[in-house]
C-alpha cells in the first residue's frame, strides 16, 4: 500500500472518527503481538508498521487478500481499518512493553464494529451524539471512499430517532422513528455481511442428499481465525424475517412477497441525502467535486445540515437479488463522472483536476469567466458544469497544460439497491395507491441526470445486476430522463388498479356508451309517442304464477352480486374511482361476492338441470327465425306505437331474443369472467399459478372486457324491464312472482330479458 | 301481496347495507387510546370553607379544633405513619422479632437521626410542638390539617412545627381543600435540610414539570394525591427509607394493568425489569440532588461555605443532576440498619440494602438514587451513633463532636464509648417519580451494546443477556 493511500487513510478515518467512534473493548484473549514493517523487523510506529507482515504472522495474509472484495482499486482497506477501534491501531513507545509487543489495554481488536464499516461506507453513528453530516461528506473521493450507503441509498445507520438530529428534515417533529431500526436493535453489519466461512454463521454443505436438511461438518473456530474468507455474504431480508408471519393486512399477501423485495415498502422514504450525480469533472470553490443530490434542497448558503432533506422517491426496476430469485426493488441513480485519460484508460487524479479548476484557495479568474454566467463574481451550483462543448474543451485545454494526455470525459450510472437505513414497521408504506393506481411508483418517469458532463451519457458498468427498463431520453436542460411504459410495470407484471390494456377499455366503454345512448333515445322515443297517443291504459287481466320462489331468489341474488361486482371491479380497476372505497376494502368485497355468485350460479344450473326448467333456455329451432324478427320489429317500431308484445312460442316462458341473450351470457360469458377471475385470484394466493399461465396481462384484459359486457348487459336488461304494461310491471312481477295476463290472450308472457 | 313486497324488499336492502356497511368499516380508523384500564377520573370536591371559618384563631390547636368539629373522622390520620413517625409492626430482615420502625426511631447518612433534633426536624411533622417524648401523640388537636390542606402558599411551619407568627392562620383555614402538589412538595421537596436533597425524583420541579420531566403531574396534572389515595387519611405509600416493605404501596399496575408495549419485544423484558427502569431515564433533571454528604469534614470556619459544597455545620457535599439511576435487583423489601447494630467501619455499611437477586423471581431491576457518605458512628461500640445536631446544644451551636454524641447519647438511650470515628455509609432511594413521557423511554442501545448503562456483571450475569439472554 502506497504511503499517499495510507496517510489518505489515517487522515480520513482520523476525521471520520468523530461521529463514528465507538470503543472496540480490549481483546481479553488475543496473543500479544509486535507491529512489525514489510521486513518483518519490529517497529514501534503508526507508519512503519506493515500489516500484512505483523498481522500475517497468524492469519493467512496471502489467502485474505485473494479471499477478499476489499481490494485495490475498489478500496484500500487493510487489516487495522476494519477491525481496529477507531480503525487505526494507536502505537507509541509507551503502549509497547519491555520486548516492543502491545499492551493488553492496546489490543482494542475484533470483528469489525458499525463505526468501521462506516469510515468508508456512509454515515453511521452509534446515536450518543446528535446525527450530523460531517464536513468530509462532501469530501474528495478517495479509493473505497464511496459513502455509498449514504450518498448512495440515502440511508444513516444510527439508532438514534430521526426527531433528535440535527439535520433539517421535511417534518421532522413527526419523525420519531430511529434512523436504521437495526441498528437501534443492535442487529449490525457483519450481522448480515458476515465471512463466507464463518462457523458461526454458515450451515455448513446443504442440499446435496436429500435426506441431509444440515451438514454439521464444519472448519474449526482456529482454521477460521487463521484462514477467514474475507468475500463477506450479502444477506436477504428473509434471511431472518418471515413475511408471511406478518403483513395480514395485506391483500393477496403471497404475491406481494413472491414479487416485491421488502425494501419497497420498507425502505420508502428514506431521509438520508442521496446523491444523483457526484461529478468529479467539475470542483467547488472548496475543492470538493461537485455533487447534486435527489432530495436535498439548498437553498444560499446552506451546508449540508441546513438544507432541507425530503423523503427519498427511489426508481423500482427488476432486480435479481441474493437469494436469486428476480424482484422488483428501489435502487438510487448515481451518475459518477470523472476525466479519464483516453491513452490509457486511467483516470485523471482529482488533485490535478482541482488544480486546473482552483487556484489560490478559489476558482481560478480564467474558470470564473467561462463558467459565471449571471455575472455574480462566483460560481453558483447551477454554473458550476460542463454542460457545452466549450465549457469542456476549455478545461481539457487547462488539463493538458497540466500535463494530462487526452483527457476525456466519463460517465459511470450505479444502481445501488436500498438496503439499510430501514427504519420502524409505521415508517413502511402502507398506502395500495402508491403502485396500485393510475399514477404509479412502477411507472413513473425517472430523472436520471439534470444534466450531462460533457454532453456523454452515463454508462452502466459490466456485470450490473439491475435492468433498467424504458427509454432514456433527453430531459429540459440538457439531461436524461428514464421514461418508462405508463401502464406497464417491471418485469412485464401486471398490476391490478394500474396496469391497462387500453383498447379493451376503449371499446368496452365504447359499447357502454352507444348502449347507454340507445337506451335513452328509445325510452325518450317511447315517451314521447306515448303522450301523443294519450294515455291507454291496458285491461288489466288475472294474475298468474310465472316466476316461483327459487327463480326469484336466485335473480335477485345474481343481480346484488353483480352489481356489487360490477361497482367494486370499477373501484380495483381504478378508472371510476368513487373513492368511498380502499383498495383492499374493494378487493376483498369482490371476492366475497365472486363466490356468492358462483355458487350461486352452479345451484341454478343444478336446480335448471333437475327440473329441467333449463328447457326455456334452449331455443326452439322451429319457427324461430321468424318469432325473433317479430320481436325484433315490435322493438324498433311497434313499441312506439303502443302495439301489443308479440305472444312467445308455446310453452315458452322466454322470446327468442332473450333465449339467443341468455345462450351467450351463461355459456360464454359468466364461465370466462369465472375462471379469469379464478385465475386473477388464484395469483394472488399462489404466485406459481403465474409462471404457469405467463403472467396476468392476457388474462386480466379479458377479464376486464367481460366486464364491460355485463355492464352494458345490465344497462340493456334494467331498460328493457320497462318496456312492460307499465314501466314497473315486469319490475314487479320479478319481485312477486304474478305477472299480468291479457283478457283475450291464452298463452301468457314471458318476462323481458 | 303487500307484506311480500316489504319483506323482499327490506331484505334487499339489508343486503345493500351489509355491502355498505363492510366498505364502511374496512375503512374505520382505530379508536383513539383509551386511557389506563385502572384510571378513574377523580371528582374532586370544592367545597368553600371561608363562609365556615371563624374570624379568628387563638392559636394552631384552635384551628384543628375547628376542623374536627365538621370532619371527627380525620383524627384517624393520627394512626397512620404520616402522624406517629413509625409503622406497623414488622420483622426487620436480619433482625429478630417485630419491631416499628419508622422516623422517629431510624438513622439516615443525611440528617442523621430525629430524636434530639427535634427543634429542626419536627418543622415537616404534621402536628404541632413534638419538642421531646412528652408530646402527646394522642390528643387530636396537635394534629396541623393546615399544611397539607391550605392552599394559600403562605402558611410556614417553624420550629417544633409551630406555625410561624407570619402565617395567617385564617386566611390558611379559609383556603382549605383536596393537597395540591404544593402541599406534599413543602416538606417532601425539603427532605435532607435543602431543596432536592434526598428523593432525587422529588423536588419542586414537581409541582409544574414540563411533560418530559413527569408526564403525570405535567402532562396529565395529577396531584400526588392521585397516585397516593388516602382512604380515611391512611395514604398510600412507603418510602424505603423508613419502612421494609410495601404493602400499602403503590404501584404503576394500581392503573396501567396488563399493559402491552407496542413492540411485542418489550414485554419480554416485563418480568426482569421494572417499569420504572425504563421510564425514568434520568432523575434530578431541573433541580440537582446530594448525591455525597461527609460529615468528617464538618467544623472548619477557615473554610468558605456553599450550600452546594460545603457548610460548616454539615460537612463537605456534592451534588448531581439530570443523574443516570444506578441498577440493582430489588423484590420490594430492604434490609434495615436498626439503632444498636454493628457495624465494619473499614467497609461500606448500607443502611437499606434492597434485597433480590437474579435468581429470586419476585425480584425486577429497579433504577435507584444511592446516597453515599461519612457519618459520626461510635468507635468503640462500632456502631453508627445518633449525634444531636441542631436540637438544643448540639453540634450546631457547640461544633463539639463529643459533646454532642453525649446528649445523643441521653436523647435515643444509647451507651456512647468516648471514642468517636467516622464510617462510610449508603441509602439507597428507589425511584418512581419523574416519569418521562413514552417516547423518551430508554431504547435498546441504552442498556444493550457498547455504551450500556447496565454493569451486567454487577447484576450477575455472564455477559449482555441480548447476546446470552436473559434469566430463565
Not at chain 1, 376503449?506 to 303522450?531: D, K, N, P, T
Not at chain 2, 439516615?108 to 430524636?115: A, D, G, I, P, Q
Not at chain 2, 446530594?290 to 455545620?313: F, M, N, Q, T, V
Not at chain 2, 436540637?391 to 454524641?405: L, R
Request: proline share 7%.
Amino acid at each position: 500500500m502506497t504511503r499517499l493511500a495510507a496517510a489518505l487513510l489515517v487522515l480520513l478515518s482520523l476525521a471520520a472518527a468523530g461521529p463514528a467512534s465507538s470503543q472496540q473493548p480490549v481483546n481479553p484473549i488475543h496473543p500479544f503481538f509486535a507491529p512489525l514493517d514489510a521486513a518483518g523487523k519490529k517497529v514501534r510506529t503508526a507508519e512503519e508498521m506493515n500489516p500484512e507482515k505483523t498481522c500475517g504472522a497468524c492469519h493467512d495474509a496471502a489467502y485474505i487478500a485473494a479471499h477478499t472484495d476489499h481490494r485495490p482499486p475498489k478500496s484500500a482497506a487493510t487489516c487495522i481499518q476494519c477491525h481496529v477501534d477507531g480503525g487505526r491501531l494507536d502505537i507509541r513507545p509507551e503502549r509497547l512493553d519491555a520486548e516492543g509487543k502491545l499492551r493488553r489495554e492496546s489490543i482494542r481488536i475484533g470483528t469489525p464494529r458499525a463505526a468501521n464499516c462506516g469510515v468508508c461506507h456512509g454515515l453511521v453513528s452509534d446515536g450518543k451524539s446528535h446525527v450530523s453530516l460531517p464536513p468530509t461528506f462532501e469530501g474528495s473521493p478517495a479509493p473505497g471512499h464511496t459513502w455509498s450507503l449514504t450518498q448512495g441509498e440515502g440511508a444513516i445507520v444510527a439508532p438514534q430517532r430521526m426527531t433528535d438530529s440535527f439535520l433539517d428534515l421535511e417534518g421532522k417533529e413527526s419523525l420519531a422513528a430511529p434512523w436504521d431500526v437495526h441498528a437501534a436493535k443492535l442487529v449490525d453489519c457483519i450481522a448480515c455481511h458476515y465471512a463466507a466461512n464463518s462457523p458461526a454463521r454458515t450451515d455448513g454443505k446443504k442440499g446435496a442428499l436429500r435426506y441431509l436438511t444440515a451438514d454439521p461438518r464444519r472448519q474449526t473456530q482456529a482454521e477460521f481465525l487463521v484462514r477467514p474468507d474475507h468475500r463477506l455474504a450479502e444477506q436477504d431480508c428473509r434471511a431472518c424475517h418471515d413475511p408471511m408471519k406478518a403483513h395480514a393486512f395485506l391483500p393477496y399477501r403471497e404475491r406481494h412477497m413472491q414479487v416485491l423485495s421488502c425494501a419497497v415498502c420498507h425502505a420508502s422514504g428514506l431521509m438520508g441525502p442521496a446523491a444523483e450525480m457526484v461529478d468529479a469533472t467539475a470542483v467547488t470553490a472548496a475543492g470538493n467535486p461537485a455533487v447534486r443530490y435527489r432530495n436535498v434542497e439548498r437553498r444560499a448558503g446552506d451546508t449540508m445540515n441546513t438544507a432541507r432533506i425530503r423523503p427519498l422517491k427511489p426508481l423500482l426496476v427488476e432486480r435479481v437479488e441474493s437469494d436469486g430469485v428476480r424482484r422488483v426493488a428501489p435502487v438510487n441513480l448515481v451518475s459518477r463522472y470523472r476525466w479519464v485519460s483516453r491513452l490509457d484508460g486511467t483516470d485523471v487524479p482529482f488533485e490535478t483536476v482541482a488544480r486546473a479548476w482552483r487556484e489560490a484557495g478559489d476558482h481560478a479568474p480564467e474558470v470564473v469567466a467561462m463558467f459565471d454566467a449571471d455575472r455574480s463574481g462566483r460560481i453558483d451550483e447551477a454554473e458550476l458544469r460542463l454542460d457545452t462543448p466549450q465549457k469542456t474543451e476549455f478545461m481539457a485545454a487547462r488539463l493538458r497544460a497540466l500535463g494530462v494526455n487526452d483527457p476525456v470525459v466519463v460517465g459511470q450510472l450505479d444502481a445501488h439497491p436500498l438496503a439499510h437505513g430501514i427504519s420502524t414497521r409505521d415508517r413502511a408504506l402502507r398506502d395500495c395507491t402508491a403502485c396500485h393506481a393510475e399514477e404509479s411508483r412502477l411507472a413513473d418517469d425517472y430523472l436520471v441526470a439534470a444534466y450531462l458532463p460533457g454532453g456523454s451519457p452515463p454508462r452502466p458498468p459490466d456485470g450490473a445486476r439491475v435492468a433498467l427498463s424504458g427509454l432514456l431520453a433527453p430531459s429540459d436542460g440538457g439531461g436524461l430522463v428514464l421514461q418508462r411504459d405508463r401502464d406497464g410495470a417491471p418485469g412485464g407484471l401486471h398490476v391490478l388498479g394500474h396496469s391497462r390494456q387500453a383498447w379493451t377499455n376503449r371499446l368496452g366503454f365504447v359499447a357502454f356508451l352507444a348502449v347507454l345512448l340507445g337506451v335513452i333515445v328509445h325510452g325518450a322515443l317511447r315517451y314521447a309517442f306515448g303522450r301523443k297517443r294519450g294515455r291507454v291504459a291496458h285491461p288489466v287481466g288475472e294474475k298468474e304464477y310465472v316466476f316461483g320462489r327459487y327463480e326469484r331468489l336466485w335473480h335477485w341474488t345474481m343481480a346484488v352480486s353483480g352489481i356489487a361486482l360490477i361497482v367494486t371491479g370499477l373501484e380495483v380497476h381504478g378508472a371510476a374511482g368513487f373513492g368511498f372505497m380502499t383498495l383492499p376494502a374493494a378487493v376483498a368485497i369482490h371476492n366475497t361476492f365472486a363466490v356468492i355468485l358462483i355458487v350461486n350460479a352452479f345451484l341454478a344450473l343444478f336446480y335448471h338441470l333437475a327440473t329441467a326448467a333449463i328447457r326455456n333456455f334452449i331455443p326452439h329451432p322451429k319457427g324461430f327465425m321468424a318469432n325473433a324478427l317479430e320481436h325484433m320489429t315490435y322493438q324498433a317500431r311497434g313499441i312506439f306505437y303502443g302495439e301489443s308484445h308479440p305472444r312467445n312460442a308455446a310453452g315458452q316462458k322466454l322470446n327468442p331474443l332473450q333465449q339467443l341473450t341468455y345462450l351467450a351470457l351463461l355459456n360464454v360469458l359468466f364461465p370466462l369472467q369465472i375462471v379469469t377471475g379464478a385465475l386473477i385470484w388464484a395469483v394472488g394466493k399462489w404466485p406459481a399459478v403465474a409462471n404457469a399461465i405467463g403472467g396476468l396481462h392476457h388474462v386480466a384484459p379479458v377479464h376486464n372486457a367481460g366486464a364491460w359486457l355485463f355492464l352494458t348487459f345490465f344497462v340493456l336488461h334494467v331498460y328493457l324491464v320497462s318496456t312492460g304494461r307499465t314501466p314497473t310491471d315486469h319490475l314487479k312481477s320479478m319481485i312477486t312472482g304474478y305477472q299480468h295476463v291479457d283478457t283475450d290472450e291464452a298463452a301468457p308472457e314471458g318476462a323481458e330479458p | 301481496m303487500t307484506k311480500k313486497y316489504l319483506l323482499l324488499g327490506s331484505m334487499f336492502i339489508a343486503v345493500v347495507a351489509a355491502v355498505v356497511g363492510v366498505a364502511v368499516a374496512l375503512q374505520t380508523p382505530p379508536a383513539p387510546p383509551q386511557a389506563a384500564p385502572g384510571f378513574s377520573k377523580r371528582a374532586r370536591p370544592h367545597f368553600d370553607h371561608a363562609p365556615v371559618t371563624p374570624a379568628k384563631f387563638d392559636g394552631p390547636q384552635a384551628v384543628t379544633r375547628s376542623c374536627l368539629g365538621c370532619h371527627p373522622d380525620a383524627a384517624h390520620v393520627m394512626k397512620t405513619s404520616h402522624w406517629q413517625w413509625l409503622g406497623e409492626e414488622v420483622v426487620v430482615p436480619g433482625h429478630e422479632g417485630k419491631t416499628r420502625i419508622g422516623k422517629k426511631n431510624l438513622l439516615n447518612n443525611f440528617c442523621l437521626v430525629n430524636r434530639g433534633n427535634e427543634k429542626t426536624c419536627t418543622k415537616c411533622h404534621i402536628g404541632y410542638g413534638w419538642a421531646d417524648d412528652s408530646f402527646d401523640f394522642k390528643n387530636p388537636e396537635n394534629v396541623d390539617c393546615l399544611v397539607c390542606h391550605e392552599k394559600t402558599g403562605t402558611y410556614v411551619k417553624g420550629m417544633y412545627g409551630i406555625p410561624t407568627k407570619e402565617s395567617d392562620l385564617v386566611a390558611a383555614a379559609k383556603s382549605v381543600g383536596t393537597p395540591q402538589r404544593e402541599n406534599c412538595l413543602g416538606c417532601h421537596a425539603f427532605g435532607g435540610g435543602g431543596q432536592g436533597v434526598k428523593h432525587g425524583d422529588i423536588d419542586s420541579s414537581l409541582a409544574h414539570p414540563f411533560d418530559e420531566e413527569d408526564v403525570h403531574m405535567g402532562r396529565h396534572g395529577f396531584l400526588c394525591v392521585d397516585c397516593h389515595k388516602a382512604p380515611d387519611h391512611q395514604i398510600k405509600g412507603r418510602a424505603f427509607s423508613v419502612g421494609v416493605e410495601d404493602s400499602n404501596g403503590v404501584a404503576c399496575s394500581d392503573c396501567h394493568d396488563g399493559h402491552k408495549h407496542t413492540d411485542a419485544r418489550v414485554d419480554t423484558h416485563v418480568k426482569s425489569v421494572a417499569c420504572q427502569t425504563c421510564h425514568i431515564p434520568e432523575f434530578a433533571g431541573q433541580l440537582p440532588t446530594k448525591a455525597w454528604w461527609d460529615w468528617s469534614k464538618a467544623g472548619d470556619a477557615a473554610r468558605k461555605e456553599d450550600p452546594h459544597g460545603y457548610l460548616k455545620i454539615k460537612g463537605e457535599f456534592t451534588y448531581q443532576q439530570d443523574a443516570v439511576p444506578e441498577y440493582r435487583w430489588f423484590n420490594g423489601t430492604v434490609g434495615r440498619y436498626l439503632l444498636g447494630d454493628k457495624i465494619d467501619p473499614n467497609k461500606v455499611t448500607v443502611l437499606n440494602p434492597p434485597l433480590g437477586g437474579i435468581d429470586d423471581p419476585k425480584a425486577k431491576i429497579w433504577p435507584f438514587k444511592i446516597h453515599r457518605g461519612k457519618q459520626p458512628y461510635d468507635a468503640g461500640f462500632n456502631y453508627l451513633f445518633p449525634p444531636v445536631t441542631g436540637g438544643k446544644g448540639g453540634y450546631w451551636t457547640t461544633f463539639d463532636w463529643d459533646s454532642a454524641f453525649r446528649l445523643g447519647s441521653e436523647a435515643s438511650k444509647i451507651p456512647y464509648s468516648g471514642k468517636y470515628g467516622f464510617a462510610p455509609t449508603e441509602m439507597y432511594w428507589p425511584l418512581s417519580h419523574m416519569v418521562s413521557t413514552k417516547e423518551n423511554a430508554l431504547a435498546c442501545t441504552d442498556c444493550h451494546g457498547e455504551k450500556s448503562r447496565m454493569d451486567w456483571k454487577a447484576l450477575g450475569y455472564a455477559a449482555d443477556p441480548i447476546k446470552t439472554g436473559g434469566r430463565p
